[in-house]
């Protein structure tokens, strides 16, 4: 089990009676002192995937993922929203805190409009901490190859356009 965790209410989870978990170091390893070998984490368990939620915890004038979440959705077209807000797709390492998609749900349901609420559903695979990867894997086969060669950037083109390239060449439509 890991050490880090999405907390519910930061209140709450500073009380906990089972906050505080000892860490032994890997392989025998030490600290810079030579001698320790294991560290005892207490509200530093939950402050890091807080920070997800809560930027100015770190001193960040950020929004949080509840805003950008919110301020993805508002920026497609209305008659897609209501798609989007019932099919939020977790995937990377960081939506592997055990919590997180349970806070990510409730956290939008509350910060949804009241009509919007009941749609708000956050869909987390198990192995969502590798989907980018496979997904990468998948799209990199040689197969693939021939559906792909229009949106390849090349190196000169990078150095050329910069980034606008990537909207250029993405500028195709999805169809489901």
Same mark, same amino acid.
């Given at each position: ?30 600290? &810079? ?6 560290? *005892?984490?207490? @509200? ?7 920070? %997800?939620?809560? #930027? ?46 349970? &806070? ?6 509350? *910060?949804?409009? @009241? ?7 956050? %869909?987390?695979? #198990? ?50």
């Amino acid at each position: 089990a890991g050490l880090c965790f999405v907390g519910r209410r930061l209140s709450e989870d500073q009380n906990r009676d089972d906050l505080e978990k000892t860490y032994h170091l890997p392989d025998g390893l030490t600290l &810079r002192d030579g001698i320790t070998t294991e560290i *005892t984490l207490g @509200p530093e368990r939950f402050y890091p995937p807080e920070a %997800l939620f809560n #930027p100015q915890l770190c001193g960040r004038d950020s929004p949080s993922l509840i805003e950008l979440v919110w301020s993805s959705i508002m920026a497609c077209p209305i008659e897609s929203r209501k798609s989007l807000i019932g099919s939020i797709v977790l995937s990377g390492g960081s939506s592997m805190f055990p919590g997180f998609p349970e &806070r990510l749900e409730q956290e939008l349901k509350n *910060t949804a409009p @009241p009509q919007a609420r009941p749609h708000v559903h956050v %869909l987390s695979h #198990p192995s969502r901490g590798s989907l980018v990867w496979q997904g990468a894997r998948l799209y990199c086969q040689p197969e693939m190859r021939p559906l792909q060669d229009h949106i390849w950037i090349t190196r000169q083109e990078w150095e050329e356009i910069g980034m606008k390239i990537v909207a250029k060449k993405a500028a195709f439509r999805i169809t489901s």
